[in-house]
């Protein structure tokens, strides 16, 4: 899923390409893809666009006539920036936002169509689309502290819960965890002063160098991914740390995947896929040493 390095370079690449020019068309491929009906469509049709923002991972556009065209892309939608008029692509092609001097291409992969496009008119209806999570870049070490502390929770889903952090997944909180020395698995309640302060700067400097390296220059943002080759740990299960060169383990669980490395966030501890351990038992490797013992 785009998280919010990914959606601050899908705006940066849209400003000079939209930004203050008509919108003469939406083009809706799915039914399913809007989750509104009033206003309808046609009203922001012919309207320019005055602004760009985020709402967590959505992607916030706003027309004259205070008119929003909120993009949700869910996991597996991506945006593309095409010549006016440009073609649906007919297996993947959800919309398309034909503006004066291009189109702006929404589409998404596999079958399960999940992205999302909200039509509001007013503040008020942008503000009731935000699930209210604290903005990690902007933070200041209370108000961060604050909101890790609202809930009990292992560190994995507190950082990805929308409702307390806005823009952070699945990708940049592993990411943020490598960097900050802290395993995926602990609870927020518990953590030192010290930790906190750890965490905090590590989330704001994870965050920081990914938009750095996401900058789009004069191209548009394409094959965005949650795996890069330069995370230090997400997407890397069997490779070596690069802080400590131990091997990278990661936690399943449905969908979802948590990478860390053992070395450098639980003292050595393997922490137990839930599938792959029940299967195991008590054949389970508690730490490092059993694990290299049995080669995995």
């Not at 939406?26 to 049709?45: K, M, W």
């Not at 795996?227 to 490779?239: L, Q, T, Y």
Request: proline fraction near 5%.
């Amino acid at each position: 899923m785009p998280e919010l390095p990914d959606i601050v370079a899908y705006i940066g690449a849209l400003e000079p390409r939209a930004l203050g020019r008509k919108l003469t068309r939406i083009r809706l491929a799915s039914p399913f893809l809007l989750r509104t009906v009033d206003p309808p469509v046609e009203a922001v049709e012919g309207k320019a666009l005055i602004g760009l923002g985020r709402i967590g991972k959505r992607v916030v556009l706003s027309f004259e006539g205070d008119l929003h065209a909120v993009l949700h892309l869910m996991v597996a939608g991506r945006l593309h920036w095409s010549e006016k008029g440009a073609r649906i692509n007919a297996k993947t092609g959800l919309a398309a936002f034909d503006f004066e001097g291009g189109s702006l291409t929404l589409t998404e992969a596999g079958t399960k169509k999940r992205a999302s496009l909200h039509l509001i008119q007013g503040e008020a209806g942008l503000r009731a689309l935000d699930p209210g999570g604290l903005e990690p870049m902007e933070s200041t070490l209370a108000e961060f502290s604050r909101a890790l502390e609202k809930e009990n929770h292992t560190l994995k889903r507190t950082l990805s819960d929308p409702r307390l952090f806005s823009g952070i997944g699945n990708a940049y909180s592993d990411e943020i965890l490598h960097r900050a020395k802290l395993s995926p698995l602990q609870m927020s309640r518990k953590l030192t002063a010290q930790e906190i302060a750890r965490l905090h700067q590590a989330t704001r400097d994870v965050l920081r160098e990914a938009i750095e390296r996401l900058r789009p220059g004069e191209g548009f943002p394409e094959g965005v991914t949650a795996f890069r080759d330069w995370h230090a740990v997400h997407g890397r299960f069997k490779k070596p740390c690069p802080v400590c060169g131990t091997t990278i383990q990661r936690i399943r669980y449905a969908d979802n995947e948590t990478n860390y490395c053992p070395k450098c966030q639980t003292g050595g501890k393997i922490l137990a896929d839930r599938a792959l351990s029940r299967l195991l038992r008590g054949d389970w490797p508690r730490s490092l040493e059993e694990l290299e013992e049995r080669g995995w």
